[in-house]
C-alpha cells in the first residue's frame, strides 16, 4: 500500500452545510494502455483496475451516498457503477471531469511524441503543465473547469456525501485546492490507481483535505 497522508477529522462530525467528497482515481487500464498517453480516449480497466473498483465499493459500504458521479468514461464509470450498486442513485456524468486532453498525443508514447517533436514530452513536463499538446490543454486551463465543476457539485449536496470517479489530474487539482496550494504544484502530486481523497467543502471556507486512502500496490505521495 502506498504512503497515507492526512489530517485526523474523520471522527469528526461535519456541519450541516458541509459537503463529504470522496474522489476516486480510476483504477489501473489495461497492459496496452500503460505507459501510454491517453488522455480522454474511452480505454478499459485491467483485471487489477476491476479489483481496485471493487475496493472502491468495499472502502464506502457502510457511508450512506447522497450521489455517485463520474466524468463518463468506461474506466470511471466502472467504479461509479460498482458504488451504485445496492443504492437508489442514477448515474450521472460529469463532462468537465474529463482527464486532461491530450490532444494529438493522445494515443501515443512519450517516445513516439518525442520522435515526431524531440524533447517535446520532457518541454511539457518541465514547464508544469504550462505548454499545450497541440489540439489539447494546459493544466491551468483545466483546473479552471474542475474547481468550477467540484466546487458546483459541492454546493448542490450540501449536507450530505458524495462519491466521484474521475482521473489523475483532477485529482491532483482537487487536493492542490484541498492544501491551499497553487495550481502549478499539481506534477508533484503522486496519486496511484484507484485511491481514494476525501475532502470536506463548507460554505465560506472553501474545500479542505482530509485524508487517503490506496488500494493495494497503489502509490500517493504529496510532495
Aim: proline share 6%; aromatic share 6%.
Amino acid at each position: 500500500m502506498g504512503e497515507l497522508v492526512g489530517v485526523p477529522r474523520y471522527g469528526v462530525a461535519m456541519p450541516n452545510s458541509a459537503t463529504r467528497i470522496h474522489l476516486f482515481r480510476h483504477g489501473q487500464v489495461t497492459q496496452a494502455w500503460q505507459g501510454m498517453i491517453y488522455g480522454r480516449l474511452d480505454v478499459p480497466l485491467s483485471e487489477t483496475g476491476l479489483e481496485q473498483a471493487r475496493w472502491a465499493a468495499s472502502s464506502l459500504e457502510d457511508v450512506a451516498l447522497g450521489a455517485v458521479i463520474s466524468s463518463g468514461l468506461q474506466r470511471a464509470e466502472t467504479s461509479a457503477a460498482q458504488l451504485r450498486q445496492g443504492r437508489d442513485l442514477p448515474r450521472r456524468d460529469e463532462p468537465d471531469l474529463l482527464e486532461i486532453d491530450r490532444g494529438s498525443w493522445a494515443g501515443l508514447s512519450p517516445q513516439q511524441v518525442n520522435r515526431n517533436n524531440p524533447g517535446g514530452f520532457e518541454a511539457w513536463k518541465a514547464s508544469g503543465g504550462l505548454l499545450t499538446p497541440p489540439g489539447g490543454e494546459t493544466v491551468q486551463v483545466m483546473a479552471m473547469r474542475v474547481s468550477t465543476c467540484l466546487l458546483s457539485l459541492a454546493e448542490e449536496y450540501a449536507g450530505s456525501t458524495i462519491a466521484i470517479v474521475a482521473h489523475m489530474w483532477v485529482l491532483r487539482i482537487a487536493l492542490c485546492m484541498g492544501l491551499s496550494r497553487p495550481w502549478q504544484d499539481t506534477p508533484r502530486m503522486q496519486v496511484g490507481p484507484g485511491v481514494r481523497t476525501d475532502f470536506e467543502w463548507t460554505p465560506g471556507v472553501g474545500l479542505r483535505f482530509l485524508g487517503v486512502e490506496a488500494p493495494e500496490g497503489s502509490e500517493v505521495k504529496l510532495g
